[in-house]
């Protein structure tokens, strides 16, 4: 069992910056691909960006491709996910995942959820 838990999230005027951070517990964090995930109001839960268990290798979606950048610590056990130029259009909870190194890279699935943290970006 992997526990998640993301902290950074606040309220930042549009065009401003914020560094999410998922806090990883139980098991290696070394083991497992990192995931970033996003949903807004009404709206299905998307892909943000992810990253390889070794670092690396990384998957972005369009919408936030030069604007939003993951990176982990392994020996740290923590993930993080750097947002710039945010806009309106960014506001939602966000969810760091995990998921094992045998579902490769990126991963179909996630198996570990953090409880998520709220970022609103307003203009």
């Known amino acids: 069992q992997v526990q998640l838990v993301e902290s950074g999230g606040g309220l930042v005027q549009a065009g401003g910056s914020l560094r999410l951070s998922c806090a990883a517990s139980?098991?290696?964090?070394?083991?497992?691909?990192l995931g970033w995930f996003r949903q807004a109001p009404g709206k299905e839960r998307e892909f943000v960006a992810a990253?390889?268990?070794?670092?690396?290798?990384?998957s972005y979606a369009d919408s936030v491709k030069g604007r939003f950048s993951i990176s982990r610590d392994n020996d740290k056990n923590t993930g993080y996910l750097q947002m710039n130029s945010l806009n309106v259009e960014d506001t939602a909870i966000y969810y760091c995942?995990?998921?094992?190194?045998?579902?490769?890279?990126?991963?179909?699935?996630?198996?570990?959820w953090g409880q998520g943290t709220q970022v609103t970006v307003s203009l």
């Open positions: 139980g098991r290696p964090f070394k083991n497992y691909s």
């Open positions: 995942a995990a998921v094992g190194i045998l579902y490769g890279f990126p991963p179909g699935k996630y198996d570990y």
């Open positions: 990253m390889r268990w070794t670092g690396g290798i990384t």
